[in-house]
């Protein structure tokens, strides 16, 4: 989750003060909290309900040390301790052995105040894993959010949660099988060499989602506000210094793709679908032995390979926070 448009680890005290100007009230992602949760098994049960009713949502930001009026933030106090890293593994600790299944992906983000105080973010995705029940001195609920807060699941909304947790795996493995299926059989949005491939799916959590649709052009906006840098998987392209990549809209979305070889072939490509699923191909490849018994040194690709990674999940994160 991004506040002001930054990262969680480069939200300032001034971009929370944003938060107070501009009379930001509570959502469905979002809760202010004036003080920490101590120790005692109320306290502690009442901050898992809080964390899991996120994971079992739409992912959200639990904020520590800001007070709310009806919802709405407005001041900022942040809480007082003499060791922060202390207070964030107590908070690691209670996360850690409180729920089940564990919620992957939780950030504990502290800002350090002008008063030397600190606010605590915690940054809760939308899990694939739903539903999650708190289990804290058996405790056994389960909780979920809309526009009014957190709430209590009925028996009912937590049999459909496990419906849609395996029908969301299943739905995604279905979209892999099938574009892998079309790559094999060469109906790709462009002819590519015919050489090994080497494909990358990047598939949010919301892809599914009616409401996950994003424009070309603010697709296209993304593209060029960051350099070019997503043309191919292994080799982040810069626009000043080099022209050999074309782009262009299709019916999937956009399409970034290398200069042409010879017999029109190309030897990457990217897929920006309309839902935010990222297809990223690579048939660059030197690594094989001429010999009939060929293999891939994969130490050769492994760092690139990562790199790449990152890059294309920072462009799914930008396309994920893009109003």
């Not at 919620?103 to 105080?117: A, D, E, S, T």
Request: glycine share 4%.
């Amino acid at each position: 989750m991004l506040l002001n448009g930054k990262s969680l680890d480069k939200i300032t005290e001034s971009d929370l003060q944003e938060l107070i100007d501009n009379g930001v009230a509570e959502a469905k992602t979002l809760d202010y909290k004036e003080k920490l949760s101590g120790n005692s098994d109320a306290e502690k049960k009442e901050f898992l309900y809080d964390v899991s009713s996120f994971a079992n949502a739409s992912g959200g930001n639990l904020i520590f040390g800001i007070t709310e009026d009806k919802g709405i933030a407005i001041k900022i106090d942040g809480i007082e301790t003499n060791d922060i890293d202390k207070e964030i593994l107590r908070l690691d600790n209670i996360l850690r052995d409180g729920i089940s299944p564990r919620i992957p992906g939780i950030r504990i983000q502290p800002i350090q105040l002008r008063n030397n105080n600190y606010v605590i973010i915690i940054d809760i995705p939308r899990s694939f894993a739903l539903p999650h029940m708190v289990t804290y001195k058996n405790s056994s609920r389960f909780y979920s959010r809309n526009s009014g807060g957190k709430y209590q699941l009925d028996v009912d909304e937590i049999r459909t949660s496990f419906t849609v947790s395996q029908g969301l795996i299943d739905r995604i493995r279905d979209f892999r099988r099938e574009r892998l299926s079309m790559i094999i059989a060469e109906e790709t949005p462009i002819i590519l060499e015919k050489d090994a491939q080497l494909v990358l799916h990047l598939i949010p959590l919301n892809a599914f989602d009616l409401s996950s649709s994003i424009s070309i052009s603010d697709i296209d906006k993304i593209y060029r506000q960051n350099n070019c840098e997503y043309t191919s998987l292994f080799t982040p392209l810069d626009y000043e210094n080099y022209s050999g990549f074309k782009r262009k809209y299709n019916l999937e979305g956009y399409l970034i793709f290398n200069e042409s070889y010879e017999n029109n072939s190309y030897i990457s490509y990217t897929q920006i679908f309309r839902n935010r699923i990222i297809e990223a191909i690579s048939t660059d490849f030197s690594s094989f032995s001429p010999q009939k018994n060929s293999y891939f040194i994969y130490q050769c690709y492994e760092n690139t390979l990562i790199q790449g990674l990152k890059r294309y999940l920072k462009l799914s994160s930008l396309m994920n926070d893009f109003t």
